[in-house]
C-alpha cells in the first residue's frame, strides 16, 4: 500500500472537498494577495479525519510570491510574524530557540538551516553584556541540528539535549515540507502550535519534536518545496482515469474495471514507471535553488519582525552580522 | 503538441524496441558492470529516424555508479578515457579547450562547470614557460561560460569569439541532458563527435555548437541528471493505458477510446497535472547533489587522462591545483 | 627589490602627504558619511609621478559600511550609480557588457562574479522579445571569465573575442584591489575610465583590459578586499624606525644606521618573516566572506540603477530572477 | 597587555629554543616526510612553563603536504589513524562522538564542519538495524555544533546536552588552530587528550571541552589554518631589532633603548598598524579555501581509518553517502 503524502493540513482538508470535516473547524481571510486559512482540529475525530494531531494549523498562501514582488514579501513577512506572535503567546521574557530542520546539503532540503542563518541571535549577548543588552531585546538562539543521515543522532534527541541545557521557553522549527500541489511550492507557509510528528518533513524523522517530548511548546513553521514524485503519477492516474470514466457509460462493464482498479494495481504501476528510485524522487521546478532562497528570506524575517519587536531595522542589519 | 524529450542516442533507438533502423549500425560491448554502446548515425535517413545528426554517438552505462564503488567509477574513468582518445583522433599537438555547459546555480545543470572546475589547465604554462612544461604535456585551457540566462549571450557566441581567439584544434564540451529513464540519471555518459545542437541539454540552448559553426571538431559529453516531469506523466499513461488495454477485449468499444486518445488529450491531461511548471519541471531522486558531484568526478578524471597520457597521478594533482 | 602594492590612485597620492602633484588635479566632495574623491591623471608627468595611465580616478569612501546600515549602502549605491553614468557618458542606446574579473573559489578575489551574478541581465530578451523589452530596457549582458589559472586563458583574451562577436559600446569591470589600508577593505570604490592594467586587481593579469587593447571604452569598478601581507610587514618596519628615529639624536651614528636602512635590507627582513609564502599572503578580517557579500551587492545595485534607470524596483527584482 | 597566540604545544616548545622545560618530556621521531613529535606535560610545572594543562601533545608535521602528493596525504592519514587509536585507548565498543568545531561561513574557520562531512556515521545504522551492521562496525556518530555567534549557545553547552542523551564513550574534536609560523598552515596537525581550554582556536570559546566538563574524554585534533596578523607585525619587530641590535655596540646608548622596548610600546606600534581590526585580522595564502579543503580531506580518513578498522575502502565509500 501507498498514500499519498502531505503536510499541510490544507491539503488534508481539500480532499474533502468542500463537504464539512467532523472535529475540525475552518476560518478563511483574504488580504491583498494574501489568503490566510486557519484550520483547528479539536478532538479525535478531526485527528482521524485529517490525520494530524489536535491544534491549530495557519496558513498562508501567496501565489504572487513567486514572481518576486518585494512589497509582497514585505507584507508575507509581516503577516507571518503577527500569526507567530498570537499562535505563541509570546510575551517579554519568552526565551526563544529557533531550530533549523532538514540537510543544508540537498537544497530543497535546506530551507531550514537557511532561515537559521539569518535570525537574529542574541542570548550570548544577553547573557555577557546584560547592561548593554537590556530588555528591548528578546533571547533568541538557533541551531541547525543537521539530519540523522548525518549526524547518526535523532534531531529529537540533540534537540532534548540542548533544551534540557539552557532552557528556552519556547521552540520555532522550520522545516521543508512535501505538497501534493506544484502551485503551492515556496509560496505557501503553514503555521501550527502542535509541533513535528514523525515521518513528516523531507527528511523523515522517527522521533517527534513536540511538547510533550520536548517539554515547552513547539511552534512549527513549514514551506513546501517539493511534491513527490508518487504523487505526480498518482494524480496522472487519477485524472486519466477520471476522463476515462466520463467517456464511459456506466452500465459498461470497462466503467467496473476503472471503477475498481485497486491502491495496490495502481501502486505498481506507480512503482514500474518511478524504478529505482520510486520513494526518493522528487519533482521541483528547475529554479528550485532561487526559490528556496527567497521564501526562506521572506521567513527570517517574519520570525526577527516577531521575537525583536522593540528593534529597528538597522539595529537587526547590525546584530545580524 | 509536446515530445518526449531523450538526448540520450541509446534512447532514441529504444523507441524502436529492438527492430533494425535504416540509416543506423549499433555495436555493443560489454566489460565488467559496463556497457559500451556505440550507435552511428550513417545518413539523412538516419537522421530522421533518430531525430538526431549523422555521427557517432557512444554511451558508457554502468548503473553499478550509484553505489559508490571506487574500483568501478576508476574503471568508468578510463574507458571514458579510451573513448575519447579514439573518437577525438588526438595527435600529441591537438591543443584542446574544454568547455563546462550549463548552470552553477542549478544543482542538476551544474554537471559541466563542475568538471570544468577538476580540470589540468596547462594552456597557459606552456606558454609562458614552454621549457620548464614540455612535450610530455598538451595545450588546455578550459572555460565554463554560464548560461543565455545569466550572461545575456548565447554560449555559442562567446565560444566562436574565444576559439577566434586562441585557436585550439578541438573542443570537448560537458553538459547535463535530460533521459527518459531514472535509472539512468548519473550512470550514463554519452560521448559524441556531433556537437551540440539546439534545444538539447537541461539549458535550452538556441544556436548549435558543431564543427559548422565554430570551424573545429567538437566532442561532447554528456550525462543525464534530470527526467523531464512531463515525461513521468506521459509514462505513467502509457504503462496504464497498455494495463487497460490487456484487460479490455479488441472488439470493444472502449478498446477503440484507448488506442485513439490522441496527443493532444494525453498533453491537456499532463499540463493539469503539472501547472503551473508543466515545462519547468525535473524529477531528481533527494541526493542529486551527491549524485552530480561523483559522476563529475569521474568524467573529469576521463578528460585529465585523455589529454594528459604522459603526466603521472601525482604530476596531475599538483597541476591541478 | 619589491613595492608596496597598491590599486588605488587615492593612496598613491597619499604618498605625497599633501605635496601638490605634478599633473594630478584633485577635487573632493563630503556627503554624509561619504566622501568623494576625483584624481585626475592629466598628463605623462601625473602618470609618472601616479604610476598610473592618464585619466579619471573617483573614490567613494564610506567607512560606516562597515556597520550594516542600510541607509548608507542604498546611499553609496546612488552615488557609485550617478558616478557610473557621468564617469561612462551613458545614452539611451548604449549596449553595456559587464565583466566580473576574479576567481569565484578564493573569497576576497569573489567579487566580480558575485557583482556579475546580481546584474539585470537583459541582451537576450531585447534580441528574442524586441516589442515586448522596448526602449525603456537597455542592452545588458554579463560575464565571469574565470581568471588565468583556472582557464588557461588570459583574461583579455576571452574579452577580446566575446567583443568582437557580440560588439558592445561600453564595458564595465569589477575587480578586487589590494589596498595599503586596512581601514578600506570593503568600505572603498574607485571607478576609473582608464580600464586594468596588467598586474593590478589581486588575480595578477599580464595583459591589459583597455580601451586601446578592446576597441571600446572600458569603465573599471574596484574595491579592496586585502591588504597584502608585505603591506602589513612593511609598515610595521616603517612605524618602529620612525619611533625609532624620534628617540635618536640627529648626530648619533645611529640615526645613519636608520636613515639609511635600504629598500634591501627591509625586504630581506619582510622575506624571512612570510616565508614560506612571502608575495602570496594576505591580511583579511575573519568576517571577509560577510564583507565581500555586503559590499557586492551594493555594486550591483548601483550598476543596476545606472544602466536601467527606466525600470522599477520591482520590475529590476523580477528581471533579475 | 597583549600575547602572541599559539594553540601548538611544539610552539610553546621553541620559545625555549631547545633548552630542557622542567615538567615536560618530549620525544622525536621521523618517518619518511614527516616528523612526529611528542610532548607530555607531566605535572603543574610543566603547564605554567607550556601555558597548556597537564596531557600529550602529538604533532605531525609533513611541510609536503603543501605539494598536493597523494601518497604523502595516504601516508599522513595513517599515521594520524594510529596516534588517535594509541592516544584514545579504543577498545572495540567504545563508542565515538565526532564534534567539527568552528564556523563554516568563514573558510580558515569551517575546518571542523568541514571534516565532519566526511566521517563514516554509523549509530543510526547499528541502532535501526543491529542484525545487518554488526561487531565490524563501531558506533560513530557526528555533529557540528556551530559557534557562538551564530547560535547564542556555548559549543560546550550544546555537547554536554548532546552528551548527556546519547552517552558516547568519548569524544574527537577538530578544531582550526592559529600558529605562529606560516609554514605551518595546513600541513601539521596536533592530536592531544586534554580536550579545549576556553579561548584556544579561532573560534574563542570561553568554556571548556574536556572530561571534566563533559564526562568522558576528549580526544582534540588542530590544524593551524591561520597566523594572526598581531603575530607578523609583531615577529616583523622582532626581526628589525635584533637586526639593529647586532649593528649596535652594546655601549651605545641606543643599544638600551632597543634592548628596553616595552611590550607596552610595541603593542602601541602594532595597534598602529592594525587599526581598525587589529584583533580580527588573520594571515592566510590566498589559496586557503583549496588548502584548508585538502587537509581537512586528510583528516576525515584518519578518523574514519581508526574508528572504523573492519570495514573495507568500498564499504566505507558507500556508508559515507
Not at 476515462?244 to 462493464?253: C, H, N, R, V
Not at 528550485?288 to 516577531?306: E, F, H, P, T
Request: charged share 25%; no cysteine; glycine share 8%.
Amino acid at each position: 500500500m501507498y498514500s499519498i503524502r502531505t503536510d499541510l493540513a490544507v491539503e488534508a482538508r481539500e480532499l474533502y472537498k468542500g463537504r464539512e470535516i467532523p472535529g475540525v473547524s475552518v476560518e478563511e481571510k483574504h488580504l491583498e494577495g494574501i489568503k490566510v486559512t486557519k484550520v483547528k482540529i479539536l478532538n479525535e475525530e478531526g485527528e482521524k479525519a485529517m490525520g494530524k494531531p489536535v491544534g491549530d494549523y495557519i496558513t498562508i498562501e501567496a501565489p504572487g510570491l513567486i514572481e518576486r514582488d518585494l512589497d509582497l514579501e514585505e507584507e508575507v513577512a509581516k503577516v507571518l510574524a503577527d500569526i507567530i506572535k498570537e499562535i505563541a503567546n509570546l510575551t517579554e521574557n519568552t526565551q526563544v530557540l529557533v531550530v533549523g530542520l532538514g540537510n543544508w546539503n540537498v537544497t530543497p532540503d535546506a530551507l531550514g538551516p537557511r532561515v537559521v542563518s539569518n535570525i537574529v541571535v542574541t542570548r550570548h549577548l544577553k547573557e555577557y553584556a546584560p547592561q548593554q543588552f537590556g530588555d528591548e531585546i528578546r533571547s533568541v538562539s538557533a541551531i541547525s541540528p543537521g539530519v540523522l543521515g548525518i549526524t547518526g543522532i535523532e534531531t529529537a534527541e540533540i534537540l532534548k539535549g540542548v533544551v534540557d541545557r539552557i532552557k528556552p521557553d519556547l521552540i520555532i522549527t522550520i522545516d521543508a515540507l512535501a505538497s501534493r500541489r506544484l502551485a503551492r511550492l515556496s509560496t505557501t507557509i503553514q503555521i501550527s502550535n502542535t509541533g513535528i510528528s514523525p515521518g513528516s518533513g523531507i527528511g523523515n524523522r522517527r522521533l517527534s519534536i513536540t511538547e510533550q517530548s520536548l517539554g515547552i511548546p513547539v511552534i512549527a513553521i513549514g514551506v513546501p518545496t517539493v511534491v513527490d514524485a508518487v504523487t505526480i503519477a498518482n494524480d496522472t492516474i487519477e485524472y486519466l482515469t477520471e476522463e476515462l470514466l466520463k467517456q464511459t457509460k456506466e452500465e459498461s462493464p470497462f466503467y467496473e474495471v476503472l471503477k475498481n482498479m485497486s491502491q495496490q494495481e495502481k501502486y505498481s504501476l506507480i512503482q514500474e514507471v518511478l524504478t529505482p528510485y520510486v520513494h526518493n524522487l522528487v519533482v521541483t521546478p528547475k529554479e528550485v535553488d532561487l526559490l528556496v532562497k527567497n521564501i526562506s528570506s521572506i521567513i527570517s524575517r517574519g520570525i526577527n519582525l516577531a521575537l525583536q519587536p522593540g528593534l529597528t531595522e538597522k539595529e537587526m542589519n547590525q546584530l545580524l552580522h
